[in-house]
């Protein structure tokens, strides 16, 4: 079992191994976690797989366990889904003293936690991720959000979560294209910090290795509490985070939620060493590089769309300042940099 400790606004520990759902009461009142009432909140998807599991875990740590689940995907991360979370809270009898526990991928943790946030001003929250994308990325640093037709995400609340316990043998039920849109982000996290990682990914995939993912994860986890612990707030060295979101983001709210997370980034990485290899800041030859190691992990690299259609949703990205927007562009592998831009000239540089 790997520790990584986050020192921001609340210093917690996210735990990473295998076989922790099980320990995950335990862990809890390790955690110092005191509280009588738990709510414990899934998708349709992961419920079946791992909700008795964990429900059972928090009943024989004396939590008074009770359930609340919705529909899975991308489409129902939305205000209506939160408001469900709030009705269950209120039917539950969760005050200010419980806890409310993510189990299952971004989208469950992202909203789980803004109900946490919310909730009677803020509840604590533990997250219990259960995709790959969760255990490197979503369920550490506390951005919690639900999409609205305006954009992606832009409605929501830092919130730290008081505990993350990423199981690792929940890995194992993951799709294959899931799987997938996890490595985006850890190919991310890689091309803005790591190059020695970026490298580890290219030689073999860490899939079916628990290891080896235990590793990577850690990692990830890592590099993203370094930046987190500088930036909490989002306010400098945290857009590096974003790389390729700002593109990703837009193909996502112009596909309507249909076209994942993971997949949106993956284009938008690779639209993003490009712009940077023309703007003269990325070293050339990047933009194939990353292309490779996204195609050996399943990922798109490019998309059909029209980036006329796409490009102008850009302009709805939260790293635009008025008529300047940072874009997130890589010197070389492993290093990135906020790149302020005019934001037709950044739309420009995405078109063909
Ligand atoms: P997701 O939560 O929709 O999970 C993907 C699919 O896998 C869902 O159908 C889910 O039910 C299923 N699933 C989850 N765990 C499973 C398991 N162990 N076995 C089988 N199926 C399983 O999506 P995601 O890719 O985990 O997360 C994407 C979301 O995360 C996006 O909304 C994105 O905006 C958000 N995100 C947030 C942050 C952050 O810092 N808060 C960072 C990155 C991404
Ligand atoms: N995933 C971006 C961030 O946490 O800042």
Not at 164 to 179: E, I, N, Q, Y
Not at 256 to 278: F, K, N, Q
Not at 316 to 335: F, N, P, T, W
Request: glycine share 10%; with cysteine; aromatic share 4%.
């Amino acid at each position: 079992m790997k520790r990584v400790t986050i020192q921001s606004s609340r210093t917690y520990d996210c735990v990473i191994g295998q076989g922790l759902l099980e320990q995950l009461g335990m862990l809890m009142r390790a955690a110092g976690l005191q509280a009588e009432r738990a709510l414990l909140v899934s998708d349709t998807r992961v419920t079946p797989l791992y909700a008795a599991q964990a429900a059972a875990s928090l009943e024989a740590a004396g939590y008074r366990c009770s359930m609340h689940v919705f529909e899975a995907g991308e489409a129902h991360k939305r205000l209506a889904t939160v408001e469900g979370m709030y009705a269950a809270l209120a039917t539950h009898g969760l005050g200010r003293g419980d806890v409310i526990v993510a189990l299952g991928g971004g989208v469950v943790g992202d909203m789980a936690g803004f109900a946490a946030a919310t909730w009677m001003r803020g509840i604590r929250f533990v997250q219990a991720p259960t995709t790959l994308l969760a255990q490197v990325d979503s369920s550490v640093g506390g951005k919690t959000a639900v999409d609205t037709r305006a954009g992606k995400n832009l409605v929501g609340a830092f919130w730290q979560p008081s505990l993350v316990v990423a199981d690792v043998d929940t890995l194992d039920t993951l799709p294959p294209a899931a799987f997938a849109d996890g490595m985006a982000e850890v190919v991310k996290t890689a091309c803005i910090r790591d190059a020695a990682l970026l490298a580890k990914l290219e030689a073999k995939t860490p899939r079916g290795d628990a290891p080896e993912l235990e590793a990577v994860i850690a990692r990830c986890v890592d590099i993203k509490r370094a930046i987190v612990e500088e930036d909490e707030r989002d306010a400098g060295v945290r857009g590096l985070l974003n790389f390729g979101h700002t593109v990703g983001h837009a193909l996502e709210r112009y596909s309507d939620y249909t076209l994942s997370h993971g997949s949106a980034v993956a284009v938008g990485m690779v639209v993003m060493a490009r712009a940077g290899e023309s703007l003269g800041v990325t070293v050339p030859g990047t933009a194939a590089r990353l292309t490779r190691v996204l195609t050996a992990y399943g990922l798109p690299t490019h998309t059909d769309a029209r980036p006329s259609d796409w490009a102008p949703l850009m302009m709805a990205d939260k790293k635009r300042h008025g008529e300047k927007i940072d874009l997130v562009l890589l010197r070389e592998m492993g290093d990135a940099v906020l790149h302020p831009i005019d934001v037709q000239e950044a739309i420009a540089q995405v078109l063909p």
